[in-house]
């Protein structure tokens, strides 16, 4: 009985070392937001505290992305990067895309005095989506070398959350591969959806080129959709 009361006395002494282990507890450590179309730059927060009984320094906190800064904030004006126990702060993921849409992930990766050197203990992930409001329903059409000369299908289609039309005005091949593949484009509904086949004039080699689809629309990040052509070697399967 004494023996079975030494082990729940021990056990529970090593849980509360850990609980009072110097660190910063966040409410959350990843963030989704969805952005309006027309965004540009979008700011993230990640709340923090440190509920421990021990003062924590953070060494370093790294957006490792040339896309997004990171950005340090204290309810108490403090400018310093020493929290003491009950301490709380505001880091911010500040994103700028460009012309991205879809769904990203950007991190920033947080080290303290108590982590080991270059091992940042603390992950902290920004989940961005940006609408697409028109976009390839495929992003690459593959041929394999030495295949029949058989045509491949997509389509390109303008979003619902779209209100205004988005007509393609232009296209052309990139990478000067007119050469390699021919494609012909038909509207399907103006402003709406276009498709577009592409029929490969040769596949004895490797080749690789882009489609571009110009756009009307007055956002920047939907002038342009792209979609990759390839002719490569059939792929290797691992047993």
Not at 190 to 201: A, D, F, Q, S
């Amino acid at each position: 009985m004494i023996q079975k009361l030494l082990e729940v006395l021990i056990i529970y002494s090593l849980s509360c070392a850990v609980v009072a282990a110097g660190e910063l507890t966040f409410e959350k450590k990843i963030q989704e937001v969805t952005t309006k179309p027309d965004v540009e730059v979008v700011y993230i927060g990640f709340n923090f505290e440190n509920k421990s009984d021990e003062v924590v320094k953070i060494v370093s906190y790294v957006a490792p992305c040339s896309c997004m800064e990171a950005r340090l904030k204290r309810p108490d004006k403090k400018n310093s990067l020493v929290f003491e126990p009950g301490d709380k702060g505001l880091l911010i993921g500040v994103l700028e895309f460009g012309t991205f849409s879809g769904t990203i992930d950007k991190v920033i990766k947080i080290q303290t005095d108590k982590d080991a050197v270059g091992e940042p203990s603390i992950t902290l992930t920004c989940r961005v989506t940006i609408p697409k409001l028109i976009a390839g329903d495929k992003e690459t059409l593959v041929w394999e070398v030495g295949e029949d000369l058989e045509p491949r299908e997509f389509s390109i289609k303008v979003a619902d959350e779209s209100v205004t039309p988005i007509n393609i005005v232009s296209h052309k091949h990139g990478f000067g591969t007119s050469d390699v593949f021919d494609y012909k484009m038909e509207t399907v509904k103006e402003g709406r959806e276009y498709k577009v086949k592409v029929t490969p004039k040769k596949t004895d080699d490797p080749a690789m080129g882009v489609l571009k689809f110009y756009t009307d629309s007055k956002i920047p990040r939907y002038k342009m959709v792209q979609v990759f052509l390839l002719v490569d070697h059939p792929k290797k399967t691992t047993k």
